[in-house]
């Protein structure tokens, strides 16, 4: 179930991604939400916006921040550009509603607070990575499945007891994992919905130095390779 979408590792890309204060920074170090943002427009419309892209488009509409990116800003850029419809909220529920309605990615805004223990960041010495985003593209048998812009720390120490691996790179948490990991922000979410005209066949290989994704537009009936 879910949108076909496709699985990018920010790790992969060492292009500049300057921001105020920052001025070293490239996509690994700072670019989940670009990452996040490009896994969320390519899975619900088919068109192209890798992570390059999609910083290069974050910095022109002044989404850049000093930490990393200002979601609130990005996003309702982001749907406007791309005719997706778009909200927020902070309720499991309300996602989940989406979710299962179809044609719908979520952005889940990841607190990086140990005294929450999410599946992500733990109490004790697993809490030592900060605030990051993530894409939810599914909700079944009462979990989230979960498109991570840096995998690996989710099977570090005891966050192994938190997830679910799935076989296509992504992973499984539960319902109050999520907002464990979310709760201290706001919003937790930003739910975009695609127009339903877009059906993708994906396959994704981050395997080497950068992501190949091979996306079937159903409206074009076209492969496209990037």
Not at 148 to 156: C, V
Not at 188 to 215: E, K, L, P, R
């Amino acid at each position: 179930g879910g949108p076909n979408i496709p699985l990018y590792n920010q790790k992969n890309y060492s292009n500049p991604y300057p921001g105020p204060g920052n001025p070293n920074a490239t996509i690994a170090s700072s670019g989940c939400g670009p990452t996040a943002i490009s896994m969320v427009v390519e899975g619900l419309t088919g068109q192209k916006f890798d992570p390059v892209d999609s910083c290069a488009y974050s910095t022109e509409v002044g989404a850049r921040a000093t930490s990393g990116t200002n979601m609130k800003v990005l996003s309702p850029k982001v749907a406007e550009k791309f005719g997706l419809t778009y909200s927020t909220s902070s309720s499991e529920d309300d996602i989940i509603s989406k979710l299962t309605a179809g044609n719908t990615a979520v952005i889940a805004n990841s607190a990086g607070d140990g005294s929450v223990a999410g599946w992500r960041r733990l109490t004790g010495p697993e809490n030592t990575h900060g605030g990051h985003y993530f894409v939810i593209g599914d909700y079944q048998d009462g979990r989230f499945k979960i498109y991570d812009p840096a995998p690996g720390k989710h099977s570090s120490g005891a966050r192994k007891e938190k997830v679910i691996e799935n076989s296509d790179g992504t992973f499984s948490i539960s319902k109050d994992d999520i907002d464990k990991e979310t709760k201290k922000r706001n919003p937790n979410y930003y739910i975009f919905t695609g127009s339903g005209m877009n059906s993708t066949n994906s396959t994704t290989d981050t395997s080497g130095s950068s992501t190949t994704t091979t996306t079937q537009s159903s409206s074009s009936g076209l492969y496209k390779v990037y």
